[in-house]
């Protein structure tokens, strides 16, 4: 079954229509994607590889992805959590850091504090490959090896990060 999303106008406003996933949108059609980084009581990241046959393959990332059809940001942002690294989570733990509009989509980056043992996550088999938990100076070294995606937005926001991590 295709995955389908909402779509919305530059405003973020519904253009009360949906869209097959791959097939390219049209100018002035966007979608929402959330990002979600898992910080323990640590202060470790937590981060998983790319499945080598999806796009971006072998390269680190925070959990995330689309929101689908009928879902908000919030509620996208907890499936995504769940069905990749099988970590449960509640809408009031999610701390929206970081909000952009690009080309085609929307992205809301939200951090979760939650003590996780990295041996009782699940991961989805055809998404992520393998997790760690990583300091941010581990982080920012993989980002400035180019080993992890969205690396020009990690710049960005950062320092929010940090404040989570300390």
Known sequence: MSELWDLYDECRKPLN??????VPLLKG???IVVNIWTIN??????IDKRHPDKKFGGLWECTGGSVTIGED?????LRELDEEVGIKATPKELILIHSIRLADRF???YIVNK????DSLVLQEEEVTEARFVTLN??????????II???RYKMYRDKIALYTR
């Open 17 to 22: 229509k949906t869209h097959i996933r791959g």
């Open 29 to 31: 059609e966007y979608h």
């Open 73 to 77: 940001s919030i509620t996208g942002a």
């Open 115 to 118: 003590d996780v043992d990295i």
């Open 41 to 46: 009581r640590d202060g470790k990241i937590l």
């Open 107 to 109: 992205v809301d980056t």
């Open 150 to 152: 969205i690396k020009e």
């Open 138 to 147: 581990e982080l920012d070294k993989l980002c400035l090896n180019n080993k």
